[in-house]
């Protein structure tokens, strides 16, 4: 249940039971007034009577008596009966059909000083039985009996307009209970959304300071609680930030490493056979020129490589261009070897935000592997896809496949099967894959096909 509706209920319940306690106070304090007000009219109707009643009484008329007294219960619809007792509590006169009837109503008080008041029960009905002395000095009383009936009835027409009015009440205090308790809970409401968004990681956002006290301290605290959590993420991202441009360094530095290793050992090796070397086989000027050229084969490659990050362009670029160059440059050897290239551009542009010319040396990489593994008479099947993972490129050749047991070892560097390889391709490969915060894969299917699966998020 809703913490709105519980307020409601808690609300509608308090006033329920206020109404339910004045209801029960008021209708006993109501019907002890009626009761009260009933004997009060009834002892001031019998007083009036008597005193119209008296002389008749004393002068024992009786044909007169009892017509006024049957004419007085039928004109006064409160009474039920009039009946006059002689100084021997004998029936003088009476309003009943039967004077047995009057007999069953003989007052159970022998002697009334001054009035008695009663209930009788006669006929399955309830009377309020008044009796008062009707002459000083002399035992003659009347008695009238006021019909309780008609008292429940007024109480029960009272309470039923109370009851009417309750339920009115109860209905107007349910709709006023369904705002105030809105009014209550909107300040909570207000921070449980608020909670919900720093859940979703929306730090930062401030709530108003409004409420009460209490309200005004929680707000004041998920607001101090806000900003610290967007301070923290600030410093997580620019730390992870800084990591990653270490990172891309380390990468791009393993990369130089490596390709400066290879040509200085290429270098080198030039360079002891020229110092090896005869003059049988070389004249002066052919040592000069080959001392010379290494010198600067080693001079470029240091310039090169010692101011890479700073030369390597990055821009947003579409991997099916940098594919479709990379393919028309290896198209010559492709055809010597008899190997077909199966590459079909799709509509959709993928661009990556990238260093164009380290892709196109990883594709190169690849597309190179793959020849050499087919060697002649082969198919290359090449498949380009964008999803939410990021950018991937698939390269399967129908080669013969790689040993399970080595596949770990091949992105290492200077790993290599090959008789004259580096060892540096696919670590090449692997960096640039790193630098583009991608991954790479190397499988083989069934069928014995091998595939190389890159997947490229692009630079941050």
Same mark, same amino acid.
């Given at each position: 249940?809703?913490?709105?509706?519980k307020?409601?209920?808690?609300?509608?319940?308090?006033?329920?039971?206020?109404?339910?306690?004045t209801?029960?106070?008021?209708?006993?304090?109501?019907?002890?007034?009626?009761?009260?007000? /009933?004997?009060?009219?009834?002892?001031?109707?019998?007083?009036?009577?008597?005193?119209?009643?008296?002389?008749?009484?004393?002068?024992?008329?009786? !044909?007169?008596?009892?017509?006024?007294?049957?004419?007085?219960v039928?004109?006064?619809?409160?009474?039920? !009966?009039?009946? +006059?007792?002689?100084?021997?509590?004998?029936?003088?006169?009476? @309003?009943?059909?039967?004077?047995? &009837?009057?007999?069953?109503?003989? !007052?159970?008080?022998?002697?009334?000083? *001054?009035e008695?008041?009663?209930? $009788?029960?006669?006929r &399955?009905?309830?009377?309020? %039985?008044?009796?008062?002395?009707?002459?000083?000095g002399?035992?003659y009383?009347?008695?009238?009996?006021?019909?309780?009936?008609?008292?429940?009835?007024?109480?029960?027409?009272?309470? @039923?307009?109370?009851?009417?009015?309750?339920?009115?009440?109860?209905?107007?205090? /349910?709709?006023?209970?369904?705002?105030?308790?809105?009014?209550?809970?909107?300040?909570?409401?207000t921070?449980?959304?608020?909670?919900?968004?720093?859940?979703d990681?929306?730090?930062?956002?401030?709530?108003?300071?409004?409420?009460s006290?209490?309200?005004?301290?929680?707000?004041?605290?998920?607001?101090?609680? @806000?900003?610290?959590?967007?301070?923290?993420? &600030?410093?997580?991202?620019?730390?992870f930030?800084?990591?990653?441009?270490?990172e891309?360094l380390?990468?791009?530095?393993?990369?130089?490493?490596?390709m400066?290793?290879?040509?200085?050992?290429a270098?080198? /090796?030039?360079?002891?056979?020229?110092?090896?070397?005869?003059?049988?086989?070389?004249?002066?000027?052919d040592?000069?020129?080959?001392? #010379?050229?290494?010198n600067?084969? %080693?001079?470029?490659?240091?310039?090169?490589? /010692?101011?890479?990050?700073?030369? *390597?362009?990055?821009?947003?670029?579409?991997?099916?261009?940098?594919?479709?160059?990379?393919?028309?440059?290896?198209?010559?050897?492709?055809?010597?070897?008899?190997i077909?290239?199966?590459?079909?551009?799709?509509?959709?542009?993928?661009?990556?935000?990238? !260093?164009?010319?380290?892709?196109?040396?990883?594709?190169?990489?690849?597309?190179?592997?793959?020849l050499?593994?087919?060697?002649?008479?082969?198919?290359?099947?090449?498949? $380009?896809?964008?999803s939410?993972?990021?950018?991937?490129?698939? +390269? #399967?050749?129908?080669?013969?496949?790689?040993?399970?047991?080595?596949?770990?070892?091949?992105?290492?560097?200077?790993?290599?099967?090959?008789?004259?390889?580096?060892?540096l391709g696919?670590?090449? $490969?692997?960096?640039?894959?790193r630098?583009?915060?991608?991954?790479?894969?190397?499988?083989?299917k069934?069928?014995? &096909?091998?595939?190389?699966?890159?997947?490229l998020?692009?630079?941050?």
């Open positions: 249940m809703k913490l709105r509706n307020i409601m209920l808690a609300m509608t319940s308090v006033i329920f039971l206020a109404f339910l306690s209801f029960l106070i008021i209708s006993n304090i109501t019907f002890g007034s009626m009761k009260k007000e /009933a004997t009060l009219l009834g002892t001031a109707f019998a007083n009036t009577v008597r005193s119209y009643m008296a002389d008749m009484v004393l002068l024992g008329d009786y !044909y007169k008596a009892t017509g006024l007294v049957h004419q007085l039928k004109e006064n619809s409160f009474i039920g !009966y009039i009946y +006059i007792l002689g100084e021997h509590k004998e029936i003088f006169t009476h @309003s009943f059909n039967e004077l047995t &009837d009057v007999e069953k109503l003989t !007052y159970s008080n022998p002697v009334i000083k *001054l008695s008041v009663q209930l $009788v029960r006669f &399955d009905k309830i009377y309020r %039985d008044i009796g008062i002395k009707m002459i000083d002399i035992d009383e009347i008695h009238i009996g006021v019909k309780e009936n008609n008292i429940i009835d007024a109480f029960n027409r009272t309470i @039923s307009s109370f009851v009417i009015a309750c339920i009115v009440i109860a209905i107007f205090a /349910a709709f006023i209970s369904y705002f105030i308790s809105g009014y209550i809970i909107k300040p909570i409401i921070i449980v959304d608020f909670s919900h968004n720093l859940i990681h929306k730090f930062g956002i401030q709530l108003p300071l409004k409420g006290t209490d309200i005004h301290r929680l707000t004041q605290n998920m607001n101090t609680l @806000s900003l610290e959590l967007k301070h923290y993420e &600030d410093q997580i991202q620019q730390d930030r800084e990591m990653l441009v270490v891309k380390n990468v791009l530095n393993n990369f130089k490493a490596g400066l290793h290879e040509i200085k050992n270098t080198t /090796a030039l360079k002891l056979l020229v110092s090896s070397s005869s003059s049988e086989d070389f004249d002066e000027e040592f000069n020129i080959i001392a #010379c050229e290494v600067k084969i %080693d001079h470029i490659m240091q310039s090169l490589f /010692a101011d890479m990050p700073e030369q *390597l362009e990055v821009r947003i670029a579409n991997i099916q261009n940098i594919l479709s160059l990379t393919l028309e440059e290896l198209k010559p050897l492709a055809n010597a070897k008899s077909k290239i199966h590459f079909i551009e799709k509509e959709n542009i993928v661009l990556v935000k990238c !260093y164009p010319i380290l892709i196109q040396l990883m594709l190169s990489n690849l597309l190179d592997n793959a050499e593994a087919i060697g002649t008479f082969g198919n290359i099947y090449i498949e $380009v896809e964008t939410e993972d990021g950018t991937s490129i698939e +390269i #399967c050749d129908d080669g013969d496949g790689i040993d399970p047991l080595i596949i770990e070892k091949l992105c290492e560097p200077f790993y290599t099967t090959k008789k004259k390889g580096s060892g696919l670590y090449l $490969v692997h960096n640039v894959t630098l583009h915060n991608g991954s790479m894969s190397i499988k083989n069934d069928n014995g &096909d091998t595939v190389f699966k890159v997947i998020r692009g630079l941050s």
